[in-house]
């Protein structure tokens, strides 16, 4: 047992020292127009440096996009450093921020809802100005510390927002936007956070973080909701199998496949969410006896603990390994029920008794897409746009049948490039100006979803347009949302999160003020899983009855078990999500 808290405490600190000013390389997020060469020259390292610790980075990165950087504050830990401004010396303590690269006295006061004035009365050394590494005192507001985003619903500026979006996406006035946010009388710029409306939240709720499936029921009407029927008295043993790589922790420097795939940074939220569940149902009082296995991303590793490790068979339950390959190869060793907590291309040529495939098969998205447009048919000019990549084509034909056999429907007009792109005519004569039109983009290209939007808005003062596609990927990144409400898109989705939810939000909340952070979508996931699993385990009777017995929707993801055609389970659960004109969500089933 002592092994067990030391491995735990490890894991930790771990945490603690990924986040910390200790590392020597952290993780930075592009802004918008910023190139590599321009976040080369911040950091003081050559361009070629830089793009060799981001080899799959483009020298003009996408915004948004997380990349490694080294860390200026290497070497210096907070709690212990004096800090040289001029003549001056500020002795660093744990109540101390630290300046991070990219930051201005605007941003920092925004942070923690504070004046620039009030932020300067209380750190005379920004006399000098604001420099990287600096410790500021933040100074309170009254009885309250100022950071108190936690209590409001926020949001960050993207493109296309603006305040009359904003409004109408959460039903609020434009005079209670303002005096929620008076820096808006400066303009709306990429990056803020806004304050949106108080969050009334039921603390002891928001401490235990108990989202269950009625916190946040949605969805088909048709599906029967898992009910939890707890069984207290018993006691789980869980094993999670992440690739943790502590056997890097003494490395000076960071291999390639690191800075690419920045697998530790995703393995560490996955935990961060994984604990947040365990938690959050030992609160409720189950018990729960989780053990912690590093991977190290290695085959060799995960093949070294599978023959040494008897707890893997003695477990009730193992989350992982991270990568279903890996997931797969285990549950072929082990008796014990293996969940595979992320996607692969490969998971449907494979089925086991004992592998539990939480993510949808991509097959599900065409069959729920298609029972929607069936159910829904009511003489539409129908317009398939595709790639006329070879990898496409059986999909696209598959698709196209199954529509032409709608009752009541004529044809379906297929457009495909030519010579590299779509000719606007040629897609324009397809489209008709007397009825409504669907049109399905059967494509991840960026090009051919770029054409195909820019040609629908040429016409969409005109035309009667429904948007629809099998998934919302990144080929849509670029693409203006007020466009995708005006057409109404509408795409089928295994994860999908309600900000309106309460459950939802009292988990960010609950979550931040754990982590210091808001939840990544692979923290999200780390929990949903976790959190699922668990609790249908715990519930009376047999874990495969608890599978199927019922939907049940998480913060991220939503879990509906079926038997396949040969009796294994898989998550048949998904979302048709439609954007709205006034840029808000609809669940349509």
């Given amino acids: 047992m002592k092994k067990i808290k030391l491995f735990i405490a490890l894991l930790s600190l771990f945490t603690v020292i990924i986040t910390a000013q200790q590392k020597k390389y952290i993780s930075y997020e592009v802004k918008h127009g910023e190139t590599l060469k321009s976040i080369a020259d911040d950091y003081n390292i050559s361009t070629k440096d830089l793009s060799n610790l981001n080899p799959s980075v483009s020298r003009r990165p996408v915004m948004g996009t997380i990349i490694i950087v080294p860390n200026k504050n290497y070497g210096n830990p907070v709690s212990t450093t004096v800090i040289n401004e001029g003549n001056k010396q500020v002795a660093n303590s744990s109540d101390l921020y630290v300046v991070q690269p990219k930051e201005t006295l605007y941003g920092i006061s925004k942070k923690f809802d504070i004046s620039i004035e009030e932020l300067q009365a209380a750190n005379p050394q920004l006399v000098d100005g604001l420099k990287i590494g600096m410790g500021l005192k933040i100074p309170k507001q009254g009885n309250l510390e100022t950071a108190s985003f936690d209590n409001y619903k926020m949001h960050t500026v993207v493109k296309d927002d603006t305040v009359y979006n904003l409004t109408k996406r959460y039903n609020i006035s434009e005079a209670d936007l303002y005096a929620l946010n008076p820096v808006l009388k400066n303009g709306l710029k990429l990056g803020m956070e806004l304050k949106i409306k108080p969050i009334e939240t039921n603390k002891a709720a928001v401490e235990n973080t108990k989202i269950t499936s009625d916190e946040k029921i949605f969805g088909n009407g048709n599906s029967i909701i898992f009910e939890e029927n707890l069984n207290f008295k018993k006691e789980i043993q869980l094993a999670i199998i992440l690739p943790y790589q502590l056997n890097k922790l003494n490395d000076s420097l960071i291999d390639q496949s690191f800075a690419?795939?920045?697998?530790?940074?995703?393995?560490?939220?996955?935990?961060?969410?994984?604990?947040?569940?365990?938690?959050?149902?030992?609160?409720?009082?189950?018990?729960?006896?989780?053990?912690?296995?590093?991977?190290?991303?290695?085959?060799?590793?995960?093949?070294?603990?599978?023959?040494r490790n008897q707890n893997f068979n003695s477990a009730d339950l193992i989350i992982g390994p991270l990568f279903f390959d890996n997931a797969d190869w285990l549950s072929t060793r082990v008796k014990t029920t293996v969940v595979a907590p992320l996607y692969s291309k490969k998971?449907?040529?494979?089925?086991?008794?004992?592998?539990?495939?939480?993510?949808?098969?991509?097959?599900?998205?065409?069959?729920?897409?298609?029972?929607?447009?069936?159910?829904?048919?009511?003489?539409?000019?129908?317009?398939?746009?595709?790639?006329?990549?070879?990898?496409?084509?059986?999909?696209?034909?598959?698709?196209?049948?199954?529509?032409?056999?709608?009752?009541?429907?004529?044809?379906?007009?297929?457009?495909?490039?030519?010579?590299?792109?779509?000719?606007?005519?040629?897609?324009?004569?397809?489209?008709?100006?007397?009825?409504?039109?669907?049109?399905?983009?059967?494509?991840?290209?960026?090009?051919?979803?770029?054409?195909?939007?820019?040609?629908?808005?040429s016409i969409s003062n005109d035309v009667e347009i429904d948007l629809f596609a099998l998934n919302k990927g990144k080929n849509f990144d670029t693409i203006d949302n007020t466009l995708l409400g005006k057409f109404n898109f509408t795409f089928p989705t295994s994860e999908f999160i309600d900000t309106d939810a309460a459950g939802v939000n009292e988990f960010y909340n609950a979550f931040k003020k754990k982590n210091n952070a808001f939840p990544s979508k692979y923290a999200l996931r780390g929990f949903d899983v976790t959190y699922d699993a668990l609790i249908r385990f715990a519930s009376n009777g047999d874990f495969e009855d608890a599978l199927i017995s019922g939907q049940s929707i998480r913060v991220l993801s939503v879990f509906d078990y079926k038997k396949n055609t040969i009796g294994n389970l898989e998550n048949n659960g998904l979302f048709l999500i439609r954007y709205n004109e006034d840029l808000t969500f609809t669940i349509v089933e």
């Fill in 260 to 307: 690419k795939n920045n697998l530790l940074n995703i393995a560490m939220d996955f935990h961060l969410g994984a604990k947040m569940a365990i938690d959050s149902l030992e609160e409720k009082g189950l018990k729960i006896n989780v053990k912690y296995f590093d991977s190290e991303n290695s085959e060799q590793k995960l093949q070294l603990l599978a023959s």
């Fill in 347 to 457: 998971q449907d040529a494979v089925n086991r008794d004992n592998l539990i495939k939480t993510a949808p098969s991509a097959l599900l998205n065409q069959q729920k897409l298609l029972a929607y447009l069936k159910a829904n048919y009511n003489g539409e000019n129908v317009v398939v746009v595709n790639d006329g990549l070879a990898e496409t084509q059986s999909q696209l034909w598959q698709i196209v049948n199954s529509i032409n056999k709608f009752e009541g429907i004529n044809t379906v007009a297929v457009i495909k490039p030519e010579k590299g792109y779509i000719n606007r005519s040629v897609f324009i004569s397809k489209i008709n100006s007397a009825a409504k039109n669907w049109v399905i983009i059967l494509s991840d290209d960026n090009v051919t979803t770029s054409a195909t939007i820019n040609s629908l808005k």
